[in-house]
Nanobody
């Protein structure tokens, strides 16, 4: 099983930027899809972005498309989420996760079996 550790969260003003990191230990990310999800208070956890570790192909939720960029560093076994033009509605705990099954649906949380502990992102208006 892969262990995931997120970092890089914090407090930022609206319009600012943050970069989140997700480092893996144990098994590597090879042949996996890695996703970033977020959960705001009182809301369900939702998909934000994903990357195929092998091919580098990416996918984004409509709410973050054009503002967030997911990337990977093979040598460091780390996935990043660059977040620009942040909005107060981006405030949430952000989690990275490794997909462990494939339902055929677009990135449901149930397809992801390995999760990090989360990192808080707070965007002030």
């Amino acid at each position: 099983q892969v262990q995931l550790v997120e970092s890089g969260g914090g407090l930022v003003q609206a319009g600012g930027s943050l970069r989140l990191s997700c480092a893996a230990s144990g098994r590597t990310f090879s042949s996996r899809v890695i996703g970033w999800f977020r959960q705001a208070p009182g809301k369900e956890r939702e998909f934000a972005a994903a990357i195929n570790w092998s091919s580098g192909s990416t996918a984004y939720a409509d709410s973050v498309k054009g503002r967030f960029t997911i990337s990977r560093d093979n040598a460091k076994n780390t996935v990043y989420l660059q977040m620009n033009s942040l909005k107060p509605e981006d405030t949430a705990v952000y989690y990275c996760a490794a997909r462990t099954s494939f339902s055929g649906r677009n990135y449901p949380t149930s397809d992801f079996g390995s999760w990090g502990q989360g990192t808080q992102v707070t965007v002030s208006s």
